[in-house]
């Protein structure tokens, strides 16, 4: 087993820190990013984990609790409806754009993300690129049949009748494309974001504060598989004493700069 005793650059960033990412990100073959809810705040999607957060103001609806009462699946809704401000008007920053253009280069195999916010993809990465371990807020699922539903029509129902329709194919219980507590992790997608991690050789965390699992196991992972990995977080994450650089600023002004470098780390 590869020893995680790396390089830790602590506790804050230094003016040469994202040329050092650039240079990383340059002298890699196949990167993998994987970001977390750090990088869409600056977007203006609100964190839910972080203190002031949405889960630190109301309790987050269990799974099962969905499924089984029809007046939690109603209080769900309103939520979600009550966001779509902050969904809608959720535009990609410079982070999302710097990701897009690592992605488009060849130099980013994949993206693992733990957001649901849909702006990896409106940046420009392909679907088939974007590995969404949480799901996508941007639309919805019957539980039973799969069948897709947007939101907008969705939210027309509810608003007419007071009540979250039903699936139109089967009847079935219709829920955001998200995962929520206590449902099963999508298993297609954590294969996908394994195989991703184990074929790099260089693994970007942007924005993750690395503490929900099974997801925030993947940086460990890549770093036993012989990657080497950097990790950009406002705040320290248990990780970073893993990490061969640690960078603690804002990952737009971060990543840009590193982008910037790429011309020169490769010659």
């Not at 203006?44 to 089984?68: A, C, H, L, Q």
């Not at 779509?84 to 710097?98: I, L």
């Not at 539980?143 to 939210?155: A, T």
């Amino acid at each position: 087993m590869i020893s995680l005793a790396a390089t830790f650059e602590r506790g804050h960033m230094s003016g040469e820190d994202p040329e050092r990412l650039g240079r990383l990100i340059g002298s890699s073959k196949r990167a993998v990013v994987f970001t977390g809810a750090g990088i869409s705040t600056e977007s203006g999607i609100p964190d839910f984990r972080s203190p002031g957060g949405i889960w630190t103001k109301m309790m987050p609806i269990d799974f099962d609790e969905y499924v089984r009462s029809a007046e939690a699946r109603r209080e769900s809704w309103r939520r979600r409806f009550a966001m779509e401000g902050s969904w809608r008007e959720a535009r990609p920053n410079a982070g999302h754009q710097a990701v897009a253009d690592l992605v488009s280069r060849g130099i980013v195999s994949h993206v693992i993300t733990q957001n649901i916010d849909n702006l990896h993809q409106e940046s420009g990465v392909s679907a088939e690129q974007v590995i969404e371990l949480h799901g996508n807020t941007r639309y919805a699922k019957c539980l039973d049949c799969n069948q897709r539903m947007e939101i907008g029509e969705i939210r027309a129902m509810f608003e007419e009748k007071g009540e979250p329709p039903d699936c139109p194919s089967c009847g079935g219980i219709v829920k955001t494309a998200t995962i929520s507590f206590g449902q099963a992790m999508p298993e297609a997608e954590m294969e996908r974001a394994e195989r991703a991690t184990r074929a790099c050789d260089l693994f970007i965390v942007l924005g993750s504060s690395l503490v929900v699992y099974p997801a925030a196991g993947f940086p460990i992972l890549a770093k036993r598989c012989g990657a080497r990995l950097a990790i950009v977080n406002r705040e320290p994450t248990e990780q970073d004493e893993f990490a061969d650089l640690v960078i603690h600023a804002e990952i737009g002004a971060t990543m840009g700069t590193a982008v910037r470098t790429l011309a020169w780390a490769r010659h």
